[in-house]
C-alpha cells in the first residue's frame, strides 16, 4: 500500500474585497482512502464546503478581506496499485454510457472536431483499444518537449500541438484530444504527486475509458500514475482549477511539499510501460518533415511566462 503525505501552502494579496473557490483537497473516491487532513486559512474566515457526487472533487469557497491570505493544506493519503489488463477494448460510441457522453464532446481547451484529421491520420489505422491509447501516450511524450513556460492559462491542445511544448496540463489536454477525436472518452485529472525533478506542484494527467473502466495515463511520465493523490476530475482545466479568484487577489507564493511511504510487502506500481509491449501496435514515430528523420526537440522561440501546472 503506497501512502502520500501532503503539505500545501497558497499565499495570496488580496486588494480589495473578494471571493475564493478552492479545489486543493484530496477528492472523495474508491482509488484513494483519506488517513488525515487539515484545512487552515490565516486571517480565520468563514468557510463554505460543498462537493460534487459524480466526481468525488471537494470545494471551499470564502470571501477575503483585503491584505494577505494565507492557505495551508495538509493531509496522508493511502492509495493501492493497480494492475491492468493489455487487452481493455475501446467501446462503440452507442455503448458509452449516458453519463459520459459529455467526455467525448470538444471543449475550450480540447478542440477535438479541430484535431480529428491530425488523429486519423496519426492513430487511426492502430487496433482499437487501450494500447491505441497507450500509442497516444506514447506519441505524445516522444513528440513534445516538457518546456516551463511554453504556454500559459489560455494555451489549447491545438496550439500545443503545433509548438510541439508545454507542460503537464498540455500534456494530458493533447491526450484527452486525440482520444475524443477517435470516440473515446477521456478527461482531466489533477492532483499531488511527488516526482523526481523539483519543484513540487499540482500534476495534471489524464482518464480514457477503456474496458467499462476510467484509466490513468500520464504522457510526462514524469510520475507512476497508481500514485497520483486526486484532487481534481473534469473536462479541461477549467473545471479543476485548484483556486478560482472572483476580485484583485495576487498569488505571492506556492509551495507543496509530497513525502511518499511505501508499505514494502507490496511491490511499488511502475509507470506504463511503451505500446510495443500490447501485441499488434506500433507507436508512430516523430519525423521532421524537411530532413525525414527523427525529430530533435528543442525550445521553440516563444516568450517565458511564468505558468504554474
Known amino acids: 500500500m503506497h501512502e502520500s503525505h501532503i503539505d500545501a501552502v497558497l499565499e495570496y494579496e488580496v486588494t480589495a474585497p473578494s471571493h475564493l473557490l478552492l ?13 488525515s487532513e487539515s484545512l487552515q486559512v490565516e486571517p480565520p474566515v468563514a468557510l463554505h464546503h460543498y462537493s460534487d457526487d459524480n466526481s468525488g472533487n471537494r ?12 492557505i495551508r493544506y495538509r493531509a496522508s493519503v493511502q492509495r493501492a496499485p493497480v494492475s491492468l489488463p493489455a487487452d481493455l477494448a475501446e467501446a462503440p460510441v452507442n455503448q458509452v454510457p449516458d453519463a459520459l457522453m459529455h467526455y467525448l464532446m470538444p471543449t475550450r481547451y480540447c478542440e477535438s472536431d479541430v484535431m ?20 497516444i501516450v506514447d ?23 503545433v509548438a510541439r511544448a508545454g507542460v503537464c496540463r498540455d500534456f494530458a489536454h493533447l491526450g484527452i484530444t486525440f482520444c475524443r477525436a477517435l470516440n473515446i472518452p477521456a478527461r482531466l485529472v489533477v492532483g499531488y504527486v511527488w516526482f523526481d525533478e523539483p519543484p513540487q506542484d499540482f500534476h495534471a494527467v489524464f482518464e480514457a475509458w477503456v474496458g467499462g473502466r476510467w484509466v490513468l495515463f500520464d504522457a510526462t511520465r514524469m510520475a507512476p500514475v497508481d500514485r497520483l493523490v486526486r484532487v481534481g476530475t473534469g473536462r479541461d482545466a477549467k473545471d479543476v482549477a485548484f483556486c478560482t479568484i472572483f476580485g484583485p487577489v495576487t498569488m505571492t507564493k506556492k509551495e507543496i511539499v509530497v513525502r511518499e511511504k511505501q508499505n514494502e510487502a507490496i511491490p511499488p506500481p511502475r509507470p506504463p510501460e511503451p505500446s510495443g509491449i500490447v501485441v499488434g501496435i506500433e507507436k508512430p514515430v516523430p519525423l521532421s518533415a524537411a530532413t525525414g528523420t527523427a525529430a530533435v526537440c528543442e525550445p521553440p522561440p516563444v516568450q517565458t511566462v511564468p505558468l504554474s501546472d
Open 23 to 35: 479545489n486543493i483537497e484530496a477528492a472523495h473516491c474508491a482509488s484513494q482512502s483519506i488517513l
Open 59 to 70: 470545494f471551499v469557497r470564502f470571501d477575503a478581506a483585503p491584505g494577505p491570505l494565507t
Open 116 to 135: 480529428a484529421r491530425a488523429a486519423q491520420q496519426l492513430f487511426g489505422d492502430l487496433p482499437p483499444g487501450i494500447g491505441r491509447v497507450q500509442a
Open 139 to 161: 506519441w505524445i511524450h516522444d513528440s513534445l518537449c516538457y518546456q516551463p513556460g511554453s504556454s500559459d492559462s489560455t494555451t489549447t491542445a491545438q496550439e500545443v500541438f
